[in-house]
């Protein structure tokens, strides 16, 4: 079915675009969209263009999303696979907008049989096979890369990414058992010493939220690494290198500039 995609895709890039004001506009308010190539920019727009006509965007209980407000979710989501594809987005298509943070029950049943319910507040979530969910509020709080804010988008599309191979771990997928040891020795010892630095009380630059489970860890400094890179790269520099690794990125050149 590849050749039915590629056919598809052409036709849609024949007839959309993202006009150059749209993109001025989206620089401006996502400052880490800045540095790219001009190849790398053209790829970026275009992936965004085919997310546009191949997601569903569903804005819910009064939500209504500009022009503006598409591209840029589109953007933020497109950058982290610029260099994988929009393929690693296959087999859902939902993109739900609530108009501020939102509310989810969570029930678990313990290991003493015990069921616990609680309820989260949360700016976005994303579940494997389901719907990418964002809060139209915390979308609008994206894009300081100066101090690491935090960003809903990057951060949930980040979920996806490592959800690909049905685990939501921390390990997304990758090419060989010894990129994943390698991996999992990296990734593993970065996430300790974090969390260690949490316990401690240390003041860190990645949200402590990043230290309660592995797959928040690596959404947490996606989001980092692609918002303030070269204070990712200042911390954690084995994490940033092998994020270079998986992402194929050097966010921190581009942005150094
Ligand atoms: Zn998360």
Same mark, same amino acid.
């Given at each position: 079915?590849?050749?039915?995609?590629?056919?598809?895709?052409?036709?849609?890039?024949?007839?959309?675009?993202?006009?150059?004001?749209?993109?001025?506009?989206?620089?401006?308010?996502?400052?880490?969209?800045?540095?790219?190539?001009?190849?790398?920019?053209?790829?970026?727009?275009?992936?965004?263009?085919? =997310?546009?006509?191949?997601?569903?965007?569903?804005?819910?209980?009064?939500?209504?999303?500009?022009?503006?407000?598409?591209?840029?979710?589109?953007?933020?989501?497109?950058?982290?696979?610029?260099?994988?594809?929009?393929?690693?987005?296959?087999?859902?298509?939902?993109?739900?907008?609530?108009?501020?943070? =939102?509310?989810?029950?969570?029930?678990?049943?313990?290991?003493?049989?015990?069921?616990?319910?609680?309820?989260?507040?949360?700016?976005?979530?994303?579940?494997?096979?389901?719907?990418?969910?964002?809060?139209?509020?915390?979308?609008?709080?994206?894009?300081?890369?100066?101090?690491?804010?935090?960003?809903?988008?990057?951060?949930?599309?980040?979920?996806?990414?490592?959800?690909?191979?049905?685990?939501?771990?921390?390990?997304?997928?990758?090419?060989?058992?010894?990129?994943?040891?390698?991996?999992?020795?990296?990734?593993?010892?970065?996430?300790?010493?974090?969390?260690?630095?949490?316990?401690?009380?240390?003041?860190?630059?990645?949200?402590?939220?990043?230290?309660?489970?592995?797959?928040?860890?690596?959404?947490?400094?996606?989001?980092?690494?692609?918002?303030?890179?070269?204070?990712?790269?200042?911390? =954690?520099?084995?994490?940033?290198?092998?994020?270079?690794?998986?992402?194929?990125?050097?966010?921190?050149?581009?942005?150094?500039?």
């Amino acid at each position: 079915m590849g050749w039915l995609r590629d056919w598809k895709r052409k036709r849609i890039l024949a007839r959309h675009r993202i006009d150059d004001a749209l993109w001025k506009r989206a620089q401006r308010h996502l400052p880490f969209l800045r540095g790219l190539s001009a190849g790398e920019e053209r790829r970026l727009r275009e992936l965004a263009v085919i =997310f546009l006509a191949e997601k569903q965007l569903a804005p819910v209980r009064g939500v209504a999303l500009s022009d503006d407000d598409r591209v840029e979710i589109a953007l933020q989501a497109c950058l982290p696979v610029l260099e994988l594809g929009l393929d690693w987005y296959d087999g859902w298509v939902g993109v739900v907008v609530h108009p501020s943070d =939102f509310h989810v029950q969570r029930t678990e049943t313990g290991e003493d049989g015990v069921v616990h319910e609680w309820e989260d507040e949360l700016a976005g979530e994303s579940w494997p096979g389901g719907p990418v969910v964002l809060s139209w509020e915390a979308l609008d709080d994206s894009g300081s890369v100066a101090d690491g804010g935090a960003n809903v988008v990057l951060h949930e599309f980040a979920h996806k990414l490592d959800m690909m191979d049905g685990a939501s771990d921390g390990v997304p997928p990758l090419p060989s058992r010894a990129a994943r040891e390698r991996w999992l020795k990296i990734f593993d010892a970065e996430f300790d010493r974090f969390c260690r630095a949490v316990d401690a009380g240390r003041e860190t630059f990645l949200d402590p939220y990043a230290a309660e489970h592995e797959a928040e860890f690596f959404a947490v400094a996606s989001e980092a690494f692609f918002e303030s890179p070269n204070a990712l790269k200042r911390d =954690f520099p084995r994490l940033y290198e092998l994020f270079m690794g998986f992402y194929r990125q050097d966010p921190g050149k581009r942005l150094r500039a």
